[in-house]
C-alpha cells in the first residue's frame, strides 16, 4: 500500500510534469526572440503569451486541487468555474455548467467538495482524447449536495483502467506512478469529506456521481490559533 509520502511525491511529479510543457514553451519562444529574425518575432510573441497563461492557469487549478485549504471552509463555486474554464481554455474539451436554475454564486460549497470536483473534472477531461464535452451538474438541498461530472465524445472515450480499478472497483493494489496517483488522490479526498463515490462508463460516455453532506464551518484553528474566513 502506497504511504502518504509517497502519494504526495508522486503527486509533486505529476504537478512539475504538467508544468514542464509551457514552461518550456516560454524558454523555447525567449530562444526565438534572441535570434532578432522578424519572421518569428511575432510568433515568439504569441507563444510566450499563450503559454504564460497555461502556466498561470495550471498553478492556479493545482494550488486549489492540490494545496492545503480548510477542507470545511466556504470556497466559491464562481471561483471553481474560472479555475476550470481558464485550464481548458484552447483545448478540445467543451465545459457546460447546469445548476438546476440556481446561480452559482449562490451555491454554498466546501474547500473540500471543491478539491473533489477538480480533480475528478482533470481525470474525466483526460478520457476525452478526441475532445468532447463535460457537463458539471451541481444539485444542492440544505446540507447534502450532489454533484455529477459527465464527459461525452462522438468518437469515443479513452477509459483508464487504473481508474476503474481505484475508484470503480476499490482496488488499492496496484502500482501507482504520477498518472493513476490522481485518482488515489480523488478517492483519498472522498474519504477525508465521508462522499460517497461512484463511476459509470460507457464506449462515449464516463460519469462520476459524488454526493456529501457539507458542513461549512467558516472558523477553523491552525497550530492552535483561531481563524475566521472573510
Known amino acids: ?12 511529479s505529476r504537478i512539475f510534469h504538467d508544468l514542464s510543457g509551457p514552461i518550456g514553451a516560454l524558454s523555447n519562444g525567449a530562444e526565438f526572440l534572441r535570434e532578432g529574425r522578424n519572421d518569428v518575432v511575432q510568433k515568439a510573441i504569441e507563444l510566450m503569451e499563450m503559454s504564460s497563461a497555461q ?6 487549478y493545482y ?9 470545511n471552509a466556504e470556497s466559491n463555486v464562481g471561483r471553481l468555474q474560472t479555475a476550470i474554464a481558464n485550464y481548458f481554455k484552447n ?11 440556481t446561480r452559482s454564486e449562490d451555491i454554498k460549497i466546501t474547500n473540500g467538495t471543491g478539491k473533489i470536483l477538480l480533480v475528478l473534472t482533470l481525470i474525466a477531461a483526460n478520457m476525452l482524447i478526441y475532445g468532447g464535452t463535460l457537463e458539471v451538474h451541481l444539485n444542492q438541498n440544505n446540507e ?18 487504473d481508474t476503474v480499478q481505484i475508484i470503480g472497483e476499490r482496488n488499492l493494489d496496484l ?31 464516463v ?9 461549512i464551518n467558516n472558523t477553523y484553528e491552525i497550530e492552535n490559533a483561531s481563524f475566521s474566513t472573510l
Open 63 to 71: 494550488k486549489m486541487a492540490y494545496g492545503y485549504l480548510p477542507l
Open 55 to 60: 502556466a498561470v492557469a495550471r498553478v492556479q
Open 1 to 12: 500500500m502506497i504511504t502518504d509520502f509517497e502519494l504526495a511525491e508522486l503527486l509533486q
Open 91 to 101: 483545448s478540445k474539451t467543451n465545459i457546460e455548467w447546469h445548476t438546476n436554475d
Open 207 to 215: 460519469k462520476f456521481i459524488c454526493n456529501l453532506k457539507q458542513v
Open 144 to 161: 447534502n449536495f450532489e454533484f455529477t461530472l459527465k464527459g461525452t465524445s462522438a468518437n469515443g472515450i479513452k477509459v483508464d483502467r
Open 175 to 205: 502500482m501507482f506512478n504520477s498518472q493513476n496517483v490522481v485518482s488515489l488522490y480523488a478517492l483519498k479526498q472522498c474519504e477525508r469529506m465521508n462522499a460517497n463515490l461512484s463511476m459509470e462508463f460507457t464506449t462515449n460516455e
